[in-house]
């Protein structure tokens, strides 16, 4: 899941991530001071501050969609769907002592160990997953399915295997191989395409836009993230084009060059309602998915967690008010919590 489920909020969560621009400090203070006014980011946080928030490398990393796609089949038929990663080696984590003496000796560890595996056959893979969801169910949840910052039960959608990756070679050059990737959720294939998921139509504009910004308005014409088999159009030109085109004809449609249309596939066809406004959603239910989370935990665990947020609050610059608001939000995922945060900084819960 995310921090946040309003996609123009997005700049803002990088910028208050990211260094201070005074001291290029990256400090904690400005997240919680950000996130305070977003209740949303306490099922992610609960993630972060959890055991699993230091992977120890990437083969032992799981990951997860966060958006939530449409799968259409040949018929039409819709399903909403999202994706699992899940490692086959296991998933591990570090401590924060495990990750200080890692991180100390080598802070490229998780790369090495990816880049020392493959080299030596031990090939990492990964289980793709998908839960699968009827629309017509969503209205049934006590949550919104569409929305960034929950997961769902795996209870009631379970888990089903439909493929794996294996990455079986090293990269001969980082640059080209790995740099240049422009990932983007716009990009899909037939059988897959978006739902009403705000922060992934936010998204499905903006990744493509930083793409054009960052590898130029041709980017797509890269040997990374070009298609495998030659790809037939008439749209070419434009800043940082190398391919060499001798045609006359660069518009579509043409009769004096003619192309073959691709297969249609079908996509979603939903009768939409109502009044189209920015407003907030009616399930929010923000605290119950991370307070279900927590009391899952051994009490050890649950120690743990509680001594991360304790010495994340207790920074000089998180101020008086911000603690206040911060534990009044932990005590509604759960009232123990809560208290006992409130209890190492000395403080009162607020219900």
């Given at each position: 899941?995310?921090?946040?489920?309003?996609g123009i909020k997005?700049?803002?969560?990088?910028?208050?991530?990211?260094?201070?621009?005074?001291?290029?400090?990256?400090?904690?203070?400005?997240?919680?001071?950000?996130?305070?006014?977003?209740?949303?980011?306490?099922?992610?946080?609960?993630?972060?501050?959890?055991?699993?928030?230091?992977?120890?490398?990437?083969?032992?990393?799981?990951?997860?969609?966060?958006?939530?796609?449409?799968?259409?089949?040949?018929?039409?038929?819709?399903?909403?769907?999202?994706?699992?990663?899940?490692?086959?080696?296991?998933?591990?984590?570090?401590?924060?002592?495990?990750?200080?003496?890692?991180?100390?000796?080598?802070?490229?560890?998780?790369?090495?160990?990816?880049?020392?595996?493959?080299?030596?056959?031990?090939?990492?893979?990964?289980?793709?997953?998908?839960?699968?969801?009827?629309?017509?169910?969503?209205?049934?949840?006590?949550?919104?399915?569409?929305?960034?910052?929950?997961?769902?039960?795996?209870?009631?959608?379970?888990?089903?295997?439909?493929?794996?990756?294996?990455?079986?070679?090293?990269?001969?050059?980082?640059?080209?191989?790995?740099?240049?990737?422009?990932?983007?959720?716009?990009?899909?294939?037939?059988?897959?395409?978006?739902?009403?998921?705000?922060?992934?139509?936010?998204?499905?504009?903006?990744?493509?836009?930083?793409?054009?910004?960052?590898?130029?308005?041709?980017?797509?014409?890269?040997?990374?993230?070009?298609?495998?088999?030659?790809?037939?159009?008439?749209?070419?030109?434009?800043?940082?084009?190398?391919?060499?085109?001798?045609?006359?004809?660069?518009?579509?449609?043409?009769?004096?060059?003619?192309?073959?249309?691709?297969?249609?596939?079908?996509?979603?066809?939903?009768?939409?309602?109502?009044?189209?406004?920015?407003?907030?959603?009616?399930?929010?239910?923000?605290?119950?998915?991370?307070?279900?989370?927590?009391?899952?935990?051994?009490?050890?665990?649950?120690?743990?967690?509680?001594?991360r947020w304790a010495?994340?609050?207790?920074?000089?610059?998180?101020?008086?008010?911000?603690?206040?608001?911060?534990?009044?939000?932990?005590?509604?995922?759960?009232?123990?919590?809560?208290?006992?945060?409130?209890?190492?900084?000395?403080?009162?819960?607020?219900?």
């Amino acid at each position: 899941m995310f921090f946040i489920r309003d996609g123009i909020k997005f700049p803002d969560v990088i910028h208050a991530f990211k260094p201070n621009p005074k001291s290029h400090i990256q400090e904690y203070w400005r997240v919680f001071d950000f996130l305070s006014h977003h209740p949303e980011s306490l099922h992610t946080f609960f993630f972060l501050y959890d055991d699993v928030g230091v992977p120890s490398d990437y083969r032992h990393m799981e990951g997860f969609g966060v958006n939530t796609y449409t799968f259409v089949n040949k018929e039409g038929k819709t399903n909403y769907v999202k994706f699992h990663w899940k490692p086959t080696c296991g998933m591990k984590c570090l401590l924060e002592d495990e990750a200080i003496v890692v991180g100390g000796k080598n802070h490229s560890h998780a790369t090495q160990d990816l880049y020392d595996s493959i080299a030596a056959g031990n090939y990492p893979e990964w289980k793709l997953y998908v839960q699968v969801m009827d629309p017509d169910t969503e209205d049934k949840y006590d949550f919104d399915p569409l929305d960034d910052t929950k997961t769902w039960p795996e209870d009631i959608l379970p888990l089903q295997p439909v493929g794996r990756l294996v990455l079986n070679r090293n990269i001969d050059n980082f640059f080209n191989e790995n740099e240049q990737l422009a990932f983007g959720p716009g990009l899909v294939v037939p059988g897959i395409y978006y739902s009403d998921d705000k922060m992934l139509q936010c998204r499905v504009f903006a990744y493509a836009d930083t793409q054009r910004y960052r590898l130029g308005p041709n980017y797509l014409m890269l040997p990374v993230n070009a298609p495998k088999c030659a790809h037939h159009n008439n749209h070419y030109d434009g800043l940082m084009n190398f391919m060499h085109r001798e045609e006359e004809v660069d518009y579509y449609p043409s009769r004096h060059a003619p192309l073959r249309h691709a297969e249609r596939f079908p996509i979603p066809n939903r009768i939409l309602s109502g009044r189209r406004e920015k407003t907030i959603i009616p399930k929010q239910n923000d605290f119950k998915q991370p307070g279900e989370r927590y009391r899952t935990w051994a009490p050890d665990r649950q120690e743990r967690f509680i001594m991360r947020w304790a010495e994340a609050l207790a920074h000089p610059k998180v101020s008086y008010e911000l603690r206040s608001i911060w534990i009044n939000y932990l005590s509604k995922c759960d009232a123990s919590l809560g208290q006992k945060v409130a209890n190492r900084l000395n403080m009162r819960p607020n219900m």
